[in-house]
């Protein structure tokens, strides 16, 4: 009657030590603990402690501290002492677990794996006004500050409807650098809510939308009536032809800054002219295949692969600075991912008539490679790239309409088998476009108590779900920085394959700046995406603000 449900986790009884072998080595003790009579009655019961109770819940007897216990014999196998020597106490030391849900929320309990902001790793030294564009997708961002993020809930219908319309007419809001009652600031709460604001296409919402690379287990088991109609099918493809068609032509008028195309194999990333460094509209795909690779070439559309021949480049420098360590390295058979950008060794002894066999006198005798194994083993470097991010292509100028095209009528876009059958990718873009749906990034503010040298102290946390989007990162940063007064640190979770979309988009010589003042994005976000991207294939993990000025890590 006295306890409790701590019954479904017993923690001494489970932690024996077992020491049965051992007991086997001192036969004189065996036979004197055999010897003993077992306690029977009422008393051998009470000392008998129930498995499914817990120590922290079980009831409390007398008052009087448990005899201590029995020395083990000198000289003798402590293995032979009584069995409750070998329970480890309730208040042992122990690796820390992850935090289990209390009822009061606790900041450590909403990452699973970054427990606390002090196990954070220490980020560079030298603040700047501003951090480089990410132009990775986050799935999610946890912000911790020493001030309270109460000001970001329960926003009041004429503040959510003031942020919607404030994005729909594209409207700049300036704040001062620092509210004092973010509470009571209207401006700032529908700032925030504004930053919260994305378009997407198809809308379904029982269906996880994002990420579609990796998402079959997620997607698994829920209603898809297209799956079995190509009526279907079709109907859902040409509407989202439609609203394909209207995202580019409104990139290529530079009222959409960028967008994004999901697909279950992999991503595209459309920029407009004037971001990323370039002067001409771009796209990038990532991760990509061989297969994927020849039909672009057989419709004709140029492309690059500036990852792979950024690392070929390196590879060339290092070989020309120290020949000598670099015929070691490749003595080494290393098979790094960076040594899948190393040219093919020369296949033109396999490409000749082999008239050396012949002069020899023993072509009979020696089986010649067929044509397939030569075509095999040329393509052997191109194949090792594949779903890697080397594998990134860069599409430029007029070949993003061709490319357009070949998007629309490529099969491979779709799903044939699966759970993402029939579905079509999904078009994420920061501006309204035809066929989008508005969305909401989903947020919420939670308080705890974080562990510090010397005791705890209070934290707070607001996180943010849902495809983060590069401008809607920028965007909270700027609402928070001037809320939280000019401190807060954020962990960062990006998608993983979209890493790769923050390689160099333009060569290093070209810096035009294309004017984009009607594309819906706030000027300072926009001047941050035109710059030319310095982060390579990494992302963002931390971000903190202090004093007003930004430090990151990737």
Known sequence: PGHSPGF?????????????????????????????????????????????????????????????????????????????????????E????????????????????????????????????????????????????????????HLKAQEEAQGFAQHCRATETTLPQSVQEPRLCTELRCAFQQSLVYWLHPSLPWLP????????????????????????????????????????????????????????????????????????????IAPTTRGLREAMKSEG???????????????????????????????????????AGEPAPSDDDDDGSFSWLEEMG???????????????RKEKHEVQVDHRPESLVLVRGSNTFTLLNFLISCRSLVAVAGPQAGLPPTLLSPVAFRGGTMQTLKARSVSGRARVPGGFEDVFSLEVLGPILPHALHALTLVLGPAQ???????LSPHEPSAAFNSRAAPPQEAVHQDLPACGLHPKTLDQLSQCPTLGKSSIRLLEMKDYAYTWKA
């Open 301 to 339: 559309i140029e492309f690059s692969l500036p990852l792979l021949e950024e690392s070929r480049t390196r590879k060339q420098k290092n070989s020309e600075e120290s020949l000598e360590t670099e015929t070691a390295d490749g003595l080494g058979g290393s098979s790094s991912v960076e040594d």
């Open 8 to 92: 479904k986790k017993p923690p001494a009884l489970l932690r024996l030590k077992r020491k049965r072998p051992g007991r086997r080595s001192d036969p004189a003790a065996t036979a004197e603990a055999a010897a003993a009579p077992a306690p029977r009655g009422p008393s051998g019961a009470a000392r008998r402690r129930n498995p499914f109770s817990s120590l922290d819940n079980a009831p409390q007897r007398a008052a009087a501290a448990p005899p201590p216990p029995a020395a083990a014999p000198t000289g003798g196998d402590p293995s032979v002492a009584p069995f409750w020597q070998f329970l480890e106490p309730a208040c042992e």
């Open 209 to 284: 939308l994002f990420p579609r690379i990796g998402a079959d287990r997620k997607i698994a088991g829920k209603a898809c009536p297209w799956a079995q109609d190509e009526a279907l099918q079709q109907v859902l493809m040409s509407d989202w032809s439609v609203s394909f068609t209207s995202l580019y032509n409104l990139l290529r008028a530079r009222l959409c800054p960028y967008f994004y195309v999901c697909s279950a194999q992999f991503s595209v990333l459309f920029r407009a002219a004037g971001l990323a460094g370039s002067d001409v509209p771009t796209a990038a």
């Open 94 to 153: 122990k690796p820390p677990r992850r935090a289990e849900p209390a009822e009061s929320s606790d900041i450590l309990t909403l990452s699973k794996d970054l427990h606390s902001p002090l196990a954070v790793p220490k980020v560079p030294s030298s603040p700047r006004q501003e951090f480089p564009a990410d132009w990775s997708i986050k799935t999610r961002i946890l912000f911790m500050s020493s001030q309270p993020f109460t000001w970001a809930e």
């Open 362 to 376: 023993v072509q009979d005798k020696v089986k010649k490679p067929d044509t397939i194994s030569i075509q095999l």
């Open 485 to 491: 007064r000019g401190a807060f640190r954020a962990l």
